[in-house]
């Protein structure tokens, strides 16, 4: 299993949750979050926005989903024909065990 953590724009979270449900990728955790990449935020006029407004979406997928749920969030959530700077980022890490609270046992 692997982690899929993708921080992206608040206003394309529609977008991509709606392009996943289709796919049939339900199961997602969100988080409001704020942050800033590289670019060390954002200046417009004089006003310097350090940390910017990010949606975090969690998902926990199957190995052989990861390529499709990746280039599904892609997609859905870049803004214009080329992107632009703070579309977001996509992280993807191992998952080595799952449990289910309510019935206390190990995932397979």
């Given at each position: 299993m692997l982690a899929i953590t993708a921080v992206i724009r608040p206003e394309k979270v529609m977008d991509v949750q709606d392009a996943l449900y289709s796919r049939g990728y339900c199961a997602m955790t969100k988080l409001n979050v704020s942050g800033?990449?590289?670019e060390?935020?954002?200046?417009?006029?004089e006003v310097l926005y350090q940390e910017m407004t990010k949606v975090m979406l969690y998902m926990v997928v199957e190995d052989d989903e990861k390529d499709e749920v990746v280039s599904i969030i892609m997609q859905a959530s870049m803004t214009?024909?080329?992107g632009n700077p703070g579309d977001g980022k996509i992280f993807v890490s191992p998952v080595y065990e799952s449990y289910t609270i309510s019935t206390?046992?190990?995932d397979e």
């Open positions: 800033r990449g590289k060390r935020g954002i200046k417009v006029g214009g024909e080329r206390q046992s190990l």
